[in-house]
């Protein structure tokens, strides 16, 4: 297994450095072809290519849609509106708490991590400055509320890490609620009373806000020039509804999302055009980059060491769900990707899990919760949802990935756990 070691060490190494997974993961996938004696042409055009393509043919719709109704929310200024009014009710003193049920709101409604993340950040600084809260605490607080339960846990939720486990396991979206109203609950609690200390603690040692700089246009929001609370808050609910009510597919529930916007907000016609070209060109790069990883994980499941890797996960002792956590966690983690390790995982061992679902009494809910969960509780310094948080914010590693790893793995992981435990009560 030394050339799915080296290389899966080496995927990371780039990443955190800053190279694009775009040409790392097949420049990594070749080493790895090379070090496991497979013919290296054939591991590129043929084997690195059809994982890359068939994650794309698979998904590329949901992001199509998915980053055009993000954009949408964003450019009339629906998102930003939401947000205001949640973080108005909150009150500016609870900074981290307003900008956190913010993103959660945005997410669970079906707007992408990368568009809750563009579309807060102004209001973000502006509450943080008026809190006098440093900005280390900003990346925590929106991957608390964008990358975490939300995103993962809460039943019901349109995020592509709920939506890739339901074609293995042949569940629904509100798989398992009870495993995932749990998990949320820690993650969502414990986050922000981890986040209120740390908060605390940078406000004893004199850490206060500090202005952003070098680049970050921070565009004031004006609460006047704001379309209608209730009216941007329509599609929101529209999507949630459409998917978990009347069980339609995600595409058409994001589709009907779509069409409400433009309908409500027709007096913003101009911006229409601009925000779907956005949105579509957004999602180009980020089904690009997922697919870039399930591709170097369709290289490392052909290499000979895979399948003593698949031999030693499936041998864990113990439940099988806690065989397939450790699985789509770990291989989350090392690609940098939430959806694209889950798609390795379940793309080499779904049918396995699947049927183990029917022999071993676990239900397939559970399994499919457990693997949306895992695969969240993944965040490295390469995350590339996370580089890209912190080229928005304009802060480093340095300054916030401690508290990144608290809230976007530890906790995470502790849900994750508890969501085993429960699993084999037999309670999901």
């Not at 009150?91 to 993340?117: C, H, P, W």
């Not at 950040?121 to 006098?132: D, K, V, W």
């Not at 929106?142 to 349109?158: D, E, H, N, Q, W």
């Amino acid at each position: 297994m030394t050339s799915i070691i080296v290389g899966l060490i080496l995927l990371m190494v780039l990443a955190y450095l800053g190279w694009s997974i775009i040409w790392i993961a097949p420049l990594v996938a070749g080493l790895v072809a090379l070090m496991s004696g497979l013919d290296l042409l054939p591991a590129y055009t043929e084997t690195y290519m059809t994982g890359f393509v068939n994650f794309a043919k698979e998904w590329f719709p949901v992001f199509l849609f998915g980053a055009i109704f993000g954009k949408l929310m964003e450019d009339v200024g629906a998102a930003q509106s939401v947000a205001y009014k949640i973080t108005n009710i909150i009150g500016k003193d609870r900074a981290i708490l307003g900008v956190l049920i913010a993103a959660a709101v945005l997410t669970y409604g079906g707007v992408s991590l990368f568009v809750v993340v563009f579309a807060i950040y102004p209001l973000a600084i502006a509450m943080f400055r008026e809190a006098n809260i440093t900005r280390k605490l900003l990346p925590p607080t929106f991957v608390l509320g964008a990358f975490t339960f939300t995103m993962t846990a809460i039943p019901g939720t349109p995020q592509i890490q709920n939506l890739i486990p339901i074609d293995y396991f042949k569940t629904s979206p509100t798989a398992a609620p009870i495993i995932g109203i749990t998990g949320g609950l820690i993650m969502a609690v414990g986050g922000y009373f981890y986040l209120r200390w740390r908060q605390k603690q940078f406000t004893s040692k004199g850490d206060a806000f500090t202005e952003p700089k070098g680049g970050n246009d921070v565009k004031e929001i004006k609460e006047s020039e704001l379309p209608n609370f209730y009216l941007s808050f329509l599609p929101l609910v529209i999507v949630v509804v459409t998917l978990n009510v009347f069980k339609w597919n995600i595409l058409t529930a994001l589709l009907v999302g779509i069409l409400s916007i433009l309908l409500i907000n027709f007096k913003h016609y101009k911006k229409f055009i601009p925000a779907v070209n956005g949105g579509a060109k957004g999602s180009v790069m980020a089904v690009i980059n997922t697919s870039a990883a399930v591709g170097f994980g369709a290289v490392v499941t052909a290499a000979p060491g895979f399948k003593t890797l698949t031999k030693l996960i499936l041998g864990i002792k113990g439940n099988p769900v806690i065989s397939e956590a450790i699985a789509v966690q770990t291989l989350a983690a090392i690609t940098g990707s939430a959806s694209g390790g889950m798609g390795i995982a379940l793309e080499a061992l779904g049918d396995k899990y699947y049927e183990l679902s029917q022999t071993s009494g676990i239900s397939a809910e559970a399994f499919h919760r457990i693997a949306s969960i895992s695969s969240g509780a993944s965040i490295l310094p390469h995350n590339g949802a996370l580089l890209t948080l912190f080229a928005v914010t304009g802060l480093t590693h340095k300054d916030s990935y401690l508290d990144v790893a608290v809230v976007g793995l530890l906790i995470p992981t502790i849900a994750e756990i508890v969501s085993i435990i429960l699993a084999n009560l037999g309670i999901y």
